[in-house]
């Protein structure tokens, strides 16, 4: 962004040269030093700057001038930059001019001439000037900007993904603030191609895919090398975990991750029972600080989903969604799960348009005053009751079970009965989902019977699934999809291990491929049991390449 500008006028040169040498030497590393030698000169400039939208904190102008006086240039000047503070320099002569200024011109501050010391008699003042005009003034905003409507599915997977990515963002919803549209007819892109990523060098992205944007933001979505001692699939902390011990061991470790490090429990609002972190933290605080420890290790971050693994002579071939290939002698499953799609009448055709699988960082500031309603009884929809207990006006919590004591930890519960905006309702279902456009009502299966209520928002927290059907045929998965391993591969299945030694701990019917974290069978579905999944995996990764 450009420096804001002071600008000095005056029709005497030398006097002139000396003011913007004074500003220079005092200002010059915060502001630009700009000069006009008459105020009809001052007035082209200031035309000029905004049309480039640049800024002026102030105009620092002599009074006696030719055609122009300095008076009447400051008045003109008020139109085009009204915030800007105005400073008149005078003769002693011209003092009571500069008195009745103060009201016609609304002028700050008048200075007499000769002004020397500036230390004593120019500083002081300027310095008070342009201390509150910085307290006044707000930057422009230059980073990236989405434009989009909030009951939209395509918009709301912008947004996620860089809310999810720890990217800054303005959202600009043109139903709120119409001035969004100018933004796009100034880029000649038609408004019904929403979303719209703008960004600070000019350019735009119109519907963006995932890989696209990820691209544009500085995220890698193709890998540095072609071999890699291990490719971790998944950056949930599983992933992560291993990604720090791999890396940290020597091993050439390259992480896929086709959203953002962090993972489901990424999206968490608060986890206050991590092992070390006695005030809590977010889910987004966790993913960032592992994926930074891992990528200072030396790990190797790729944003790219990944569509297939297939094992040839002995190594294993990993394939993106963008058809390019990288091979690894040790692939980990660390995928983790997914929230359970609600299967009522209506759910398809409303997500992303008032219903929500997560997303409680994402959505929590456009429900700001209205009702909200989490389905779902687990410490994920504890943790995003608690959340949206922040912005909402109420938050209802629709659990199917008698309580929350079988599937929610203590501290949790004893917070949301604390916490007199959240409403929990037992023993209640959701039955279907109705709206024109986007989601506006929901039907509940309650103990009192059927009810209809308005409702915008819903968000899903039901339950998870491994989403495991890009995974080879002979590697093994029970009839939900989570993937056997160690132990239970053998007790589950009838599989042929195909080498003379057990399989390790984590290792799946396909020797070289292990699993760690939720996606894996029998897991114990927790952030700190993930870390350690992941953190043992590399032990085994180890043993096996030692075994080659």
């Known amino acids: 962004m450009p420096k804001p500008i002071l600008l000095a006028i005056d029709d005497d040169t030398s006097v002139l040269e000396a003011v913007v040498q004074d500003l220079r030497r005092n200002y010059g590393q915060e502001y630009r030093i700009l000069r006009a030698a008459s105020g009809a000169a001052a007035l082209d400039i200031c035309r000029q700057l905004k049309e480039r939208k640049e800024v002026v904190a102030l105009f620092l102008s002599d009074q006696r001038m030719p055609g122009m006086t300095g008076v009447d240039f400051l008045q003109q000047a008020i139109p085009l930059y009204?915030?800007?503070?105005?400073?008149?320099?005078?003769?002693?002569?011209?003092?009571?001019?500069?008195?009745?200024?103060?009201?016609?011109?609304?002028?700050?501050?008048?200075?007499?001439?000769?002004w020397d010391p500036p230390e004593e008699k120019l500083y002081p003042v300027l310095n008070d000037l342009l201390q509150a005009w910085k307290q006044g003034y707000k930057a422009p905003f230059e980073g990236i900007r989405v434009v989009g409507v909030r009951w939209s599915a395509a918009s709301h997977s912008v947004r996620d993904f860089l809310s999810r990515n720890r990217i800054?963002?303005?959202?600009?919803?043109?139903?709120?603030?119409?001035?969004?549209?100018?933004?796009?007819?100034?880029k000649g892109i038609d408004d019904a191609k929403l979303p719209v990523v703008l960004f600070g060098d000019g350019t735009a992205l119109v519907q963006p895919t995932t890989t696209e944007l990820a691209g544009k933001v500085g995220l890698r979505t193709q890998a540095q090398e072609e071999f890699y001692d291990v490719v971790i699939v998944g950056a949930g902390p599983a992933g992560l975990a291993a990604g720090v011990y791999g890396a940290s061991e020597g091993l050439k470790t390259l992480i896929v991750e086709a959203s953002a490090p962090g993972g489901q429990a990424g999206s968490s609002s608060r986890i206050e029972n991590y092992l070390g972190f006695p005030e809590g933290l977010s889910g987004e605080e966790l993913g960032k600080r592992a994926f930074l420890q891992a990528n200072r290790l030396g790990a190797e971050f790729l944003t790219q989903r990944v569509t297939c693994v297939k094992n040839e002579n002995g190594y294993h071939i990993v394939t993106m969604s963008d058809g390019r290939q990288v091979s690894c002698r040790v692939c980990l499953i660390a995928t983790g799960v997914a929230y359970c799609m609600l299967d009522v009448p209506g759910a398809d055709k409303f997500s992303g348009l008032g219903l929500y699988y997560g997303a409680a960082q994402t959505e929590a500031i456009a429900c700001k005053g209205e009702t909200v309603y989490i389905v779902g009884?687990?410490?994920?929809?504890?943790?995003?009751?608690?959340?949206?207990?922040?912005?909402?006006?109420?938050?209802?919590?629709?659990?199917?079970?008698?309580?929350?004591?079988?599937?929610?930890?203590?501290?949790?519960?004893?917070?949301i009965a604390k916490t007199s905006?959240?409403?929990?309702?037992?023993?209640?279902?959701?039955?279907?989902?109705?709206?024109?456009?986007?989601?506006?009502?929901?039907?509940?299966?309650?103990?009192?019977?059927?009810?209809?209520?308005?409702?915008?928002?819903?968000?899903?927290?039901?339950?998870?699934?491994?989403?495991?059907?890009?995974?080879?045929?002979?590697?093994?998965?029970?009839?939900?999809?989570?993937?056997?391993?160690?132990?239970?591969?053998?007790?589950?299945?009838?599989?042929?291990?195909?080498?003379?030694?057990?399989?390790?701990?984590?290792?799946?019917?396909?020797?070289?491929?292990?699993?760690?974290?939720?996606?894996?069978?029998?897991?114990?579905?927790?952030?700190?049991?993930?870390?350690?999944?992941?953190?043992?995996?590399?032990?085994?990764?180890?043993?096996?390449?030692?075994?080659?």
């Open 168 to 186: 800054p963002y303005q959202w600009l919803n043109p139903e709120e603030k119409p001035e969004a549209l100018d933004l796009l007819k100034e």
């Open 421 to 548: 905006n959240i409403t929990v309702e037992t023993g209640t279902e959701v039955l279907s989902l109705g709206g024109d456009g986007h989601l506006e009502c929901i039907t509940l299966k309650t103990p009192r019977g059927e009810e209809t209520r308005h409702a915008n928002s819903v968000f899903i927290f039901i339950g998870a699934a491994p989403k495991t059907d890009w995974l080879p045929l002979e590697l093994e998965r029970d009839n939900k999809g989570f993937v056997l391993a160690g132990p239970d591969l053998r007790a589950k299945t009838e599989a042929k291990w195909p080498l003379d030694r057990e399989p390790y701990l984590l290792e799946t019917s396909v020797p070289g491929i292990f699993v760690a974290g939720d996606v894996r069978y029998n897991s114990v579905k927790r952030c700190a049991s993930a870390v350690g999944e992941g953190s043992i995996a590399i032990q085994f990764v180890h043993q096996y390449l030692a075994s080659l």
């Open 82 to 114: 009204p915030d800007a503070k105005r400073v008149l320099l005078t003769a002693y002569a011209d003092t009571e001019a500069a008195i009745r200024a103060i009201n016609s011109a609304k002028i700050h501050y008048y200075l007499n001439k000769p």
């Open 377 to 415: 009884g687990a410490n994920s929809a504890g943790q995003a009751a608690m959340h949206f207990a922040r912005y909402a006006d109420k938050v209802h919590m629709l659990v199917r079970g008698p309580s929350l004591e079988k599937s929610m930890s203590k501290y949790l519960i004893d917070q």
